[in-house]
């Protein structure tokens, strides 16, 4: 029977993610790397690999603890055969390429001195071509022990021209496993439960919709809750996120919805601030106001061009969308890289080698981003308030975050030239603007061109 509906993991609501894609953060240790590794920021391709490591992660956690990380989130780091390993061949071992169990038992005990929680990735609709039990179906064919593991239509087991056998979205690579054998369910519980002994905070769901009609989800829920509530769930979601805000599944989806929201207000000029404000109040019909905290926004992944590519290389359009986005209700997420202003087109080029001499960083847009998360860090009503939207112009959104300890102000314009604008219903009210520290007043309050006031209420 599957459990009741929960809450949600508390933490989420005050935490500050960070995505890593393990292979291009930072290799550490030479002696793991795979035969034929490319040189530390070479072009990407979607084959070639450069070493990147969890040594390489362990050692830079003290900059994401700078910069007020408090959560990550890590693509596939099961055994593969590519260097993003959404084509798992064993979901028991960390891969040897990143520098095996030893190493991700160091790095996870580091990430948890500093109070770093880590997110895994459940890709549990497919697996790998290469992978043992599928191998094992190509070379016995129908006497294979796994035949009812996959879902093959013929024999021999054909990968091209068009594979004779279920994949994701037609990768002949990605082998669909059959998830109502009750075989490959408890073999990919069991590994679920590997992990969690190990002392990960919780799982991101790859492509959860392509099993939404199975009961799968939920019973993997039932899994992971059982083991420890505290477990963070959240749903790799596109498109409304209503499916997997309710609790049954998944504790919260990533908030694509929310990302396009807000670089089309900030860069694409495909709507003003009235069209935003429409925006966010339809993403509001779509989760649970339990559920909306616990929501992972973010304006970047390994699978769209990144934020200051987006913008046309525009510095202060990329500051404004992320203080939007770290001052809306749920816990942003930044991608590796885009703090110190990585660009790079959709994959591969958005999966490029982190840079670490510090003469190519922007320190300017790190500034803000450590600024933005101080913030939330120092106001609950950033964290935990709850948002509304007062008034909204062309060129202009004020949203309101209320909590009962205090309220915080939003007032965003993406217009070049400086703003004045008197807020609605707060006539004679006053405060402090948080990132200049000068006393304001809501009759007036001055925004700079292409950017944001956020102002603490008296």
């Known amino acids: 029977m599957p459990l009741p509906s929960t809450p949600g993991p508390d933490w989420v609501r005050d935490a500050v993610f960070y995505q890593i ?33 969890l040594p390489g992660i362990t050692r830079r956690l003290g900059h994401l603890e700078a910069m007020g990380v408090t959560a990550l989130y890590l693509t596939p780091v099961f055994s593969s055969s590519t260097n993003h390993r959404y084509d798992a061949t064993d979901y028991y071992s960390i891969d040897p390429r990143l520098g095996g169990q030893e190493a991700f038992g160091t790095f996870l005990d580091a990430a948890h001195e500093k109070d770093i929680r880590v997110l895994l990735d459940a890709v549990f609709h497919h697996c790998g071509y290469d992978h043992p039990f599928f191998q094992d179906v190509v070379a016995k064919e129908g006497q294979s022990d796994y035949i009812n593991w996959f879902l ?6 054909s990968p091209h021209p068009v594979p004779n056998y279920q994949t994701c979205s037609g990768c002949w690579y990605l082998p669909k496993l059959n998830v109502q054998n009750p075989q490959v369910r408890e073999h990919l519980f069991g590994a679920v439960q590997k992990w969690m002994n190990s002392g990960i905070d919780g799982w991101r769901l790859d492509v959860p919709y392509m099993l939404e009609n199975e009961p799968f989800w939920e019973q993997f829920r039932a899994v992971v809750k059982a083991h420890d509530p505290s477990q ?28 396009d929201a807000i670089l089309s207000f900030v860069s694409e000029w495909r709507g003003g601030g009235e069209a935003f404000a429409a925006e966010l ?23 769209t061009e990144r934020v200051l590519t987006h913008v046309g290389g525009d510095v202060a359009a990329a500051k404004l969308a992320y203080a939007l986005l770290f001052t809306a209700e749920g816990a942003p997420m930044v991608y590796y890289g885009d703090e110190v202003g990585m660009t790079g087109f959709n994959d591969p080029d958005c999966r490029g080698a982190m840079l670490w ?6 320190f300017g847009l790190l500034q803000w ?3 933005l998360a101080r913030l939330r ?18 060129n202009t959104i004020v949203r309101l975050r209320h909590h009962e300890n205090g309220d915080v102000l939003v007032v965003a314009n993406r217009a070049r030239t400086e703003d004045c604008i008197a807020i609605q219903g707060h006539a004679g009210r006053g405060g402090v603007d948080l990132l200049t520290g000068q006393r304001v007043s809501c009759d007036a309050i001055r925004v700079p061109g292409m950017g944001v006031s956020v102002v603490r209420l008296d």
């Open 21 to 53: 894609f393990p292979e291009r953060f930072d290799n550490a240790d030479p002696a793991t790397d795979p035969e034929g590794v490319v040189p530390w920021g070479s072009a990407p391709t979607r084959d070639n690999v450069m070493g990147g490591d």
């Open 152 to 157: 093959v239509q013929d024999f021999p087991v």
């Open 232 to 259: 963070y769930i959240v749903a790799e979601v596109w498109e409304k996120a209503s499916e997997w805000t309710t609790g049954a599944t998944s504790d919260a989806a990533m908030n694509y919805r929310l990302r």
């Open 281 to 303: 109040a339809a993403i509001d019909t779509e989760i649970p106001a339990e559920r909306k905290g616990l929501m992972l926004n973010l304006l970047g992944s390994h699978d």
């Open 357 to 362: 001499d510090e003469l190519d960083w922007d």
């Open 369 to 371: 981003l450590t600024t």
């Open 377 to 394: 860090r120092e106001n609950v009503a950033l964290r935990r308030g709850i948002e509304s939207t007062l008034q909204a112009t062309e």
